[in-house]
């Protein structure tokens, strides 16, 4: 009996398998570009109306098991490929080619609390690919789309290690409140964007006008930047390594004068004076220790002694992998920056871990985590002093000792800083950004999501300066220590409905939204500390002018918001968003604004009546408008607070408090702004050519300003709702496949913004020229003399009506009364914002080669560079090369005569000698990389290498000739010269 059973079950089992094995069968195959026959890694092979799947590996190959029927459906997707349907019947074996899809509009585009196809957006939305981002090598991936999204008006602030960049969208709104964007990352508010690697990043969005960014309410009025980051992927596990290294070099920078400059312009003060008529009268003119100096040729080059070439480093380490319930992207980052200065350099790790998991049907959850770590040291920029201090003398005494007072002058040598235990500044900054999510969806059109986020801000910084020190100068030593603390939450509540009902799709999002930030400092600061080997670790041990302060500030931000997006046929589209916030920072019975928008779209090429050619392949017509706030100042604006001042009866001290000079405001509201935007969609040439075209015309009203008092009131300003502004501009954003190819291509992206900002109305109702506002000017200008040249020999008659002399700076009579005034006189020069700016983005590719070639250029502003204000006509200190004074000899209109008992101060309308046009062209980035056939990188195990050179910043061509030692980006600050990178560079996959 027990025989018979076991071969009954040998039977049975044998029976099953063969069942089985006759329910499935295995086919295998490999997918290829169409184009050029590539094999595709990565793509998705599903079988239609079943469960199995899988990716296609390195090769491009894939094993699949099939039922077994007669014929099987599979369906293949690939990124940037057309999704395709393969049937299959009872072959084993099969090859798959895909077409590239030229077509965008079906790309999925991130907007405010949800995503969209782009073929269904309504505002004025503009998208950049992560790859396009980590095609400029920058610190900051702000920086890397400069000049590449229409509306976006991006500057750095300078050349050191340590700076940061600007960034405005559409214009400045409010005159003394944040301009700045609303950052979010990965569905949460982040700030600090020099934190994020480039190659961390999937895509960036930009949301500008009011139906895209009234879902943020108050935190999206001055535009909002969505950063997406990369995500786990369902197959094989992959490994890259991003790395690039290169130096930096001056840019340009303006020439000092050479040492026959300088005495040159010395003599001529003196000889202006009556002092100076030859050589016999340099002891006039000159101390005895300068003409030792000018005897023996002993002149210092300060700026080759301060600058040298920096370096710049960044690896990144990333890892790929997923099934189809768990998903992980892993990164690592080390950033190493050293400036052109000593003491300038900054050091980024960063840490990235990305976790999505799938739990059942319905639930799935997940976390988003960002680590960074800077370890800086900041330098006291000294070429400010080496650009005034006298140049003449040497370094070094003849024992070799380091000469702290050149020619025992007043003031330090440039070169002070850099001696050992003298200046130092240490900086550490420690950030975690780290959301984690749970999403349900517990049937087909309805999903939740919630997002808790925190962002952990700590930081400290600590500086030491001797005596000997630029700062310092001769004073006791000074040591200072700061840290803060920072810590914000933000939790995400999302539920959206989507149902598509025959021609009608709607989706329904509603959204409660809370963030909480609290942040605190401690500053202690002392002199005359015993030790300077101690530097800034032994406050302990100052024994003058000990001080301490601490701060706390907190703030709230409670919101609920709903959107609705309805498209008929898809061609008909409509998009209504409102939003409630409420803001502690503001008053009482202020706290709550409401900001609805609306927005509407046409897609005319849709139309029956719309013959679709080879012309005009895609047309729509979008249209929005809407409100949004801004409470962007300082939390407690809306309070007085007393401060400790010096106070004593007699001569007994006594504690003393008075009004901190900003007094509150309690009945401080939002700032508003409204937005109308009209926009237009084209496709040409089979959507090879996209075209996207914005006008909008945006009105700010009860600004946040602060306003100044009059002294009497013992207070110093007020932050009151007051004023209006205006923006109304252009944008135009083209992207071109020019030429496609098996083995060549070429791609190109323009783009062009023109913006025209303006104040509308102050509290006044005229013109603010104590504080430089002007209505119908924008909100920065320059108001000042007209400088027509300088009076010359012939003219000294005229001059003389004047009170003035040839030689002397000749302005503009705006009035004809025959005397300049400052209240008749003067008049607004110009403005620091742009006409225009833009961007032309070329790539080609041929085989494995690729040249990228990225133009920017910025138009119509007005800078004042310190560098042509630098001029000294007692000829004392130095002065820039390119100073060309006016003498009898050399009739120039640049410059007045110079005067050794003038300084430039004590001279008339000397304020207009630097104002110049700073329009400027860029090449911002080439970089020609070449990557490796996959047969040779197969071959050591790798899926692909990519070798890659690029130059930043390499050639810059200005408007004026004046600037040509100049780089106009900046505005005209001198210190930290902006620089041009080359770096090489290897990407690798695993």
């Known amino acids: 009996m027990k025989k018979r059973t076991t071969m009954l079950l040998f039977f049975a089992m044998a029976f099953f398998t063969f069942t089985l094995q006759a329910q499935v069968r295995s086919l295998s195959g490999k997918v290829t570009s169409k184009t050029d026959g590539e094999p595709l890694i990565g793509v998705s092979i599903s079988v239609k109306s079943s469960t199995a799947s899988t990716i296609t590996d390195a090769s491009g190959n894939f094993k699949i098991n099939l039922p077994d029927q007669a014929e099987s459906t599979l369906l293949v997707k690939y990124i940037g490929f057309k999704d395709l349907e393969v ?7 099969i090859n798959i080619q895909l077409e590239e899809d030229t077509k965008t509009l079906d790309e999925i585009v991130v907007i405010g609390y949800g995503t969209v196809k782009k073929r269904d957006l309504t505002g004025s939305v503009v998208s950049v690919k992560g790859n396009e981002i980590a095609e400029v090598p920058s610190a900051s991936i702000i920086e890397s789309v400069q000049g590449k999204i229409p509306g976006v008006d991006i500057v750095r602030s300078n050349g050191s290690a340590t700076s940061g960049v600007s960034m405005t969208v559409r214009g400045n709104r409010s005159i003394t409140a ?54 786990g992927v369902t197959g094989k596990a992959t490994v890259s390594f991003n790395g690039y290294t290169g130096i930096s070099t001056v840019a340009r920078y303006p020439s000092l004068m050479n040492l026959e400059q300088f005495v040159n312009l010395r003599r001529e003060a003196f000889r202006a004076t009556g002092k100076w008529s030859g050589l016999a009268d340099d ?115 003849e024992k070799g000792e380091f000469i702290v007072y050149p020619l025992g002058g007043a003031f330090v040598s440039p070169l002070a800083d850099e001696q050992p235990n003298i200046y130092t500044n240490r900086a550490i900054r420690t950030r975690i950004l780290t959301n984690a999510y749970i999403e349900v969806k517990p049937i087909t059109e309805l999903t939740f999501r919630s997002t808790l986020g925190a962002t952990i801000d700590n930081g400290r910084n600590g500086t030491y300066a001797a005596p000997q020190s630029i700062d310092r100068n001769g004073a006791f030593p000074r040591a200072t220590y700061a840290a803060d603390n920072g810590f914000l939450i933000n939790w995400e509540n999302v539920l959206t409905y989507q149902k598509q009902i025959s021609d009608h799709s709607i989706t329904l999002t509603g959204v409660n939204s809370f963030i909480w930030n609290r942040s605190d400092f401690i500053s202690a600061a002392g002199e005359n500390q015993l030790l300077k080997s101690q530097l800034f670790y032994a406050l302990g041990n100052a024994n003058a002018n000990i001080a301490v302060n601490t701060g706390y500030e907190m703030s709230n931000l409670v919101s609920f918001a709903g959107r609705a997006n309805y498209s008929y046929k898809g061609k008909y589209l409509l998009t209504l968003t409102g939003r409630t916030d409420g803001s502690s920072i503001l008053a009482e019975g202020h706290k709550w604004a409401f900001f609805p928008s609306v927005a509407v779209g046409w897609r005319i090429s849709d139309e029956d009546f719309f013959k679709k050619g080879n012309t005009v392949s895609e047309l729509k017509l979008r249209a929005s408008y809407g409100k949004a706030g801004n409470y962007a100042v300082d939390p407690y604006s809306t309070q007085s607070s007393l401060s400790r001042v010096a106070f004593a009866y007699g001569d007994v001290a006594a504690p003393g408090y008075a009004f901190s000079p900003q007094v509150g405001n309690p009945n401080l509201g939002w700032e508003l702004t409204t937005t109308l935007n009209l926009g237009l969609d084209i496709g040409l040439v089979n959507n090879r050519v996209n075209t996207t075209i914005d006008f909008y015309d945006s009105k700010t009203s009860d600004l946040l300003l602060a306003r100044g008092l009059p002294p009497t009131t013992g207070v110093t300003s007020v932050v009151q709702n007051i004023g209006k502004t205006k923006n109304t501009g252009v944008e135009i954003g083209i992207n071109s496949e020019n030429l496609k190819g098996k083995a060549v291509g070429w791609t190109s992206s323009l783009s062009f913004t023109s913006n025209r900002e303006r104040i509308v109305e102050l509290v006044s109702g005229t013109d603010d020229i104590g504080n430089g506002w002007f209505i119908g000017h924008p909100t920065q200008v320059f108001y000042d003399y007209e400088k027509l040249g300088i009076w010359q020999t012939d003219e000294a008659a005229e001059a003389a009506k004047y009170g003035q002399t040839p030689g002397t700076i000749k302005v503009r009579d705006l009035n004809d009364d025959n005397k300049i005034d400052a209240t008749n006189d003067r008049k607004v020069i110009g403005t620091s914002r742009p006409k225009w700016f833009g961007g032309f983005d070329n790539t080609f590719t041929y085989k494995g080669f690729e040249l990228n070639f990225y133009v920017f250029a910025r138009f119509g502003q007005t800078i004042n560079p310190d560098f042509l204000r630098r001029y000294d006509p007692q000829g004392i200190g130095q002065s820039t090369a390119a100073i060309n004074y006016w003498t009898p000899e050399n009739p120039s209109n640049d410059y007045p005569r110079p005067n050794s008992g003038l300084s430039l101060a004590s001279m008339l309308y000397t304020s207009t000698i630097g104002y110049v046009d700073g329009s400027y062209i860029r090449v911002r980035n080439i970089s020609l990389g070449y990557t490796l056939p996959k047969s040779i990188s197969q071959k050591v195990f790798m899926n692909n290498i990519k070798v890659y050179a690029t130059a930043k910043n390499p050639f810059t061509w200005t408007r004026s000739s004046r600037l040509e030692e100049y780089d106009p980006e900046r505005g005209g600050s001198e210190n930290f010269p902006m620089t041009k990178v080359f770096v090489f560079g290897l990407n690798l996959g695993f």
Do not use: C
């Open 87 to 93: 049937p299959v019947r009872n072959q084993a074996q």
């Open 178 to 231: 944040n301009n700045g964007p609303l950052f979010i990352v990965d569905g949460v508010q982040y700030s600090n964007m020099q934190d994020l690697n480039p190659n961390d990043i999937e895509s960036m969005e930009v949301l500008k006008d009011a139906s895209s960014t009234a879902i943020y309410g108050s935190r999206g009025a001055n535009g909002v930047i969505i950063v997406t980051t990369k995500k």
């Open 283 to 397: 002891s006039k003119a000159f101390n005895n220790a300068e003409l030792e100096a000018i005897s023996k040729n002993q002149y210092i080059d300060y700026h080759d002694l301060l600058i040298h070439n920096g370096l710049l480093q960044d690896y990144q380490l990333g890892v790929n992998a997923g099934t189809e319930k768990t998903k992980v992207y892993f990164s690592l980052g080390y950033l190493d920056e050293k400036g052109i200065l000593k003491q300038d350099w900054s050091n980024r790790y960063t840490g990235r871990l990305n976790i999505d998991q799938t739990i059942g049907k319905a639930f799935k959850a997940g976390m988003q985590s960002q680590l960074t770590r800077y370890e800086q040291s900041i330098r006291r920029d000294p070429l400010n002093q080496a650009n005034k201090v006298n140049p003449l003398g040497t370094v070094y005494d």
